[in-house]
Structures are given as structure tokens and as C-alpha cells.
């Protein structure tokens, strides 16, 4: 687990090859970059879950470091990428979200991006698409619900399942926090696809993994927060 409490990434290192699920905002991106190289490892992939600022904005600082690296993407991220008003959101939000952690005593590495990070040379993944890591295997997902062009990584080895935002944003007082933007019954069919998976590593995007049977319970307790909110 990279990054910090509020912003989670996921490093996957196999015995031929390591990927690095999400980017974070551009804040944090030379954090993750002292904790993978303090680790002694070298990207080989980067996989961006889906283009929401918190997962794909420090991806150009990660490509400059990483130039070599494959950068995976979902069906549809491009074309978001693209849009007249994502540019102006994604600048905005990277700035809040930067304000933010220096708040919580996070130091900034480096200014807030100026305009959206390039997805130029990027692969866009099938589903049930698999990357050989070496003795593990990623097994990408496109799940709706969330978000445009939102892919997760299954990894059968380890029972590990990388989540993102796709069962809502998780507070540990509180619980699960629906965000189904792309549309709710997508989002529902998603927590069933992945509940079948019976993760026993469930990695999200925010406030850290679960395991066991917190891992399990997740699921359900996902799905009961999206029921009560369209009630």
C-alpha cells in the first residue's frame, strides 16, 4: 500500500514484473516515488483505475520518471480526458486536494498540474484482459457504476481485488458513502461482479485495504448505503 491514508495506491510485484495501480493528484506523486524506489522496485505497468483526479493526476510525474512503463487504461478514459470541462475540473480539484493534505500536514512535492495529464501511448484494457506478473497474474475489469473509463485489478494469487471507488467512498466511523456517477443500477451489478470474486485482500481507494471479513462484509454493507440514499 503506497501514498497515505487518503489517498491510496497499490504496488503489485511479481517475480518478473510490478505494476502500480492509480497515481494519486500530482501532490503526492514524488512520495510514491521515494516509496516505490525505498522498496528497490521499478514499475513496469501503471494502471490507471479511471480518470477522476485522485487517480490519475499524478500520472505525467510518474511518466517522467518511469518512462519505459506501460500505462493501462479503460475503455472510455480518453475520451473523458478529452472533454471541454474535464480539463478545468481535473486543474481544479488537484489544487483543492493539494490544499487539502498540506492541511492534514502533508507537504506538497511539487505545484499543482496546470492542465490534464496526457494519456498519449496509453493501452486501453479489455475486460478479462491479464498481465503476467510473474508467478501473479492481473486480471483487469470494467465495471460501471463509478465512472467513464473505470477499470479494476483482480490479482487470483493473493484473493486480492484493487476496488477503487467502485463500492463508494469508505469513512471507518462511518461506513460506505455511494458515488455512482455513471448510473446506479451499473453501479449495484458492479458490487455483485465483484463480490463473486470473494476477495480476501479488498484494496480501496481511500482510508486503506480490508482483509478477512471485513473484506467480506464490505459487499453488502456497499450495497445497503446505495439502497438507503435512492430511497
Known sequence: ?????FFNLYLVRGKAA????????SAMADE???QVEKLGVKPDTIIVTHPHPDHINGLDALRERYPE??????PGAREFLTHPRTAAALVAEDRFMAEFLESRGYRPGRPPIGRPPSVNGAEVAGDNETIDMGGLTLRILHVGGHAIGNILVHVPELEALMAADSLGFRIPSIGFFPIFFTGYADYMAAIDRLEALEPRILCLAHQGP????????????????ARSLCE
Open 1 to 5: 500500500v503506497l501514498g497515505n491514508s
Open 18 to 25: 510490478a505494476a502500480l495501480v492509480d497515481t494519486g493528484i
Open 32 to 34: 510514491v516515488i521515494g
Open 69 to 74: 512503463a506501460r500505462v493501462v487504461i479503460g
Open 210 to 225: 480490508l482483509v478477512g471479513e471485513d473484506a467480506r462484509k464490505a459487499f453488502e454493507e456497499a450495497r445497503e448505503a
